[in-house]
């Protein structure tokens, strides 16, 4: 039977937020507003401390220990004016930006792996000094409520948002390199398709083509039949008037017709059976 009620709609708070809440997103941007207390007196007077003032105290002793993990994992980094100057002078094209994002992808990988080495010794500990630790009252209630609020439920937890925050800064800065290299890309293919629609009108100029594989395909076309012709033709939109002076130089000049049969000898494909039948 069909559903016939009303779509569930997904929580405005998490629209243009990626999933997180205001508040998570503003931790992630290093943008979160101050604390409403003294975290100093909260940590040292943490008996009469409200639980809201305990939580704000943890997210930041929590930020921190994220943060100085980071920056032991990362560490500082200044490349040098002559590799800035080598990078200002780089040609940027498609392919430079799939090499970066290759990079930056590598680069986050090791870091997640490490980052899951540390958390696993972060939980070991944890769960070490928790199985070792006893309450000062020998009472079955008091322990219970001691292992309940030692649960490892609150570690994961924090672990698990670490790696979000971790995964959600690499994806961010994925974007611009995204955006960047699809933009390259249509530039290429428009360029390729006006390098295809050219086509040289002399001997001269079809020497002094520089792209070797534009060159063959050319060579080809000139020494294929005329069915094939019409076929190259169509595929490249290649017009009559623009391929006729090449073709009746082709066939008129000798010398150029042996120039065209030594360059398809070269990009020959040799069959690896017939040597082995040799």
Request: charged share 35%; proline share 4%; aromatic share 8%.
């Amino acid at each position: 039977m069909a559903n016939t009620g009303a779509q569930r709609q997904p929580n405005p708070i998490y629209k243009d937020h990626d999933g997180f809440t205001e508040r998570v997103v503003l931790k992630m941007s290093g943008a979160a507003p101050s604390a409403k207390c003294n975290l100093h007196a909260v940590a040292a007077n943490s008996q009469t401390a409200t639980r809201e003032d305990l939580r704000e105290l943890r997210d930041a002793v929590q930020r921190r220990q994220f943060v100085e993990d980071l920056m032991e994992l990362r560490g500082t980094f200044f490349p040098g004016l002559d590799a800035i100057k080598r990078d200002n002078e780089i040609h940027e094209s498609s392919a430079t930006i799939k090499e970066r994002m290759q990079e930056m992808e590598k680069r986050h990988i090791d870091e997640v792996r490490t980052i899951y080495q540390w958390q696993a010794q972060d939980y070991h500990d944890e769960m070490l000094e928790l199985s070792q630790s006893k309450p000062d009252i020998d009472d079955p209630d008091v322990e219970s409520f001691y292992q309940v609020a030692r649960s490892s439920f609150d570690l994961a937890t924090t672990f698990d948002d670490h790696l979000d925050r971790l995964n959600h800064a690499y994806l961010s800065s994925l974007q611009p390199l995204v955006r960047d290299g699809k933009m390259y890309q249509e530039r290429e293919e428009a360029e390729q398709r006006r390098r295809d629609q050219q086509f040289p009108t002399s001997r001269a100029e079809f020497h002094a083509i520089r792209s070797k594989d534009v060159q063959l395909r050319i060579a080809k076309f000139l020494a294929a039949d005329s069915t094939t012709r019409e076929r190259t033709m169509d595929a490249y939109k290649w017009a009559w008037r623009q391929v006729s002076p090449l073709v009746r130089e082709y066939g008129t000049s000798e010398y150029f017709e042996d120039e065209v049969r030594a360059i398809l000898r070269e990009n020959e494909v040799q069959d690896p059976r017939k040597s082995r039948r040799d």
